[in-house]
């Protein structure tokens, strides 16, 4: 039975509905994705210490991180976007194949200005298809004369039965900035990388396709990215996990993040132009 897409209650959320168990729902703080069942089984890891008050930004899920990533002196961390309410600009529709996709977006207003002083707008396209998720970003430049350097990113949590056993492929021989070793550039060696400690990672100018293993119910993920040219791998592990107040002290082996980005150097957007990016995530 195919169930029509509509708004839940509250209208704090989005639901994409494509049926046969299979949905994906979007907080509206930040636009960021709390769930994406796929045959009714959650791909998503989402704290249960996460904080959902409209204010902080939501611990697990797909956060959006723009324009800046990591600590910031002008704004919060990782950026605003990941804690303004978005914009719902097409509620979710199906499409003639049966997938459903919904329209988010922001621009720029008082409080984005006060913090990083450029007008921009940002659309946020997601589909639900029967195993993949497709994210398309616009970032638009409507300004005539300035000119704005940003970050982006999808700082995804992936849920995995035990992260000790999962590997990530396609990062052999990449460069990355170790943020545990205060930032020390180093190459990756390993075939596939796993995960044993605290790891911070930014990988430069990776594939466009990574395949996590051992994800929910030992299945694989494939993830495909087009105009991100980084992938950052993180997991807090055991005592950083401790200090991070809206995460289980416990639950760091059941994620990790494998995030597509453009963070190690920024994206120069000139006047009137726009930059696109896009991924596609698929359980296998």
């Known amino acids: ?166 590997q990530v492929t396609g990062l052999h021989g990449c460069t990355f900035i170790d943020k545990t070793r205060d930032g020390a550039m180093y190459q990756e060696t390993r075939d596939v990388v796993t995960i044993n400690e605290w790891t911070d990672r930014i990988y430069q100018n990776t594939p466009q396709e990574h395949i996590i293993t051992n994800v929910v119910s030992g299945r694989k993920m494939r993830i495909q990215k087009y105009n991100f040219p980084d992938t950052v791998i993180w997991n807090p592990w055991v005592d950083k996990a401790r200090e991070i107040a809206d995460f289980g002290d416990d639950e760091f082996p059941n994620m990790i993040c494998v995030e597509a980005g453009h963070v190690s150097t920024p994206v120069i957007l000139l006047p009137g132009t726009a930059f696109e990016a896009s991924q596609i995530l698929q359980v296998m």
């Not at 907080?27 to 904080?51: D, I, M, P, Y």
């Not at 529709?93 to 940002?122: C, K, Q």
């Open 1 to 166: 039975m195919y169930s029509t897409s509509s708004m839940a209650a509250p209208t704090s959320v989005v639901v994409l509905d494509r049926g046969n168990n299979t949905t994906c729902t979007i907080n509206l703080h930040g636009a960021t994705v709390v769930s994406w069942r796929v045959n009714n089984q959650e791909q998503l890891f989402v704290s249960k210490q996460a904080v959902f008050d409209g204010k902080k930004p939501i611990r697990g899920g797909i956060p959006f991180v723009f324009p800046q990533f990591g600590p910031w002196n002008f704004g919060p961390q990782h950026g605003f976007a990941r804690i303004m309410r978005w914009h719902l600009e097409k509620p979710p529709e199906r499409l003639h194949t049966g997938d459903v996709e919904a329209i988010f977006s922001i621009m720029d207003n008082e409080f984005t200005r006060s913090v990083w002083n450029y007008p921009f707008r940002l659309s946020y396209r997601l589909i639900l298809r029967e195993k993949e998720l497709h994210f398309n970003i616009g970032v638009y430049n409507p300004s005539k004369e300035l000119t704005f350097s940003f970050n982006l990113l999808l700082h995804t949590y992936f849920k995995v039965p035990d992260v000790r056993r999962s």
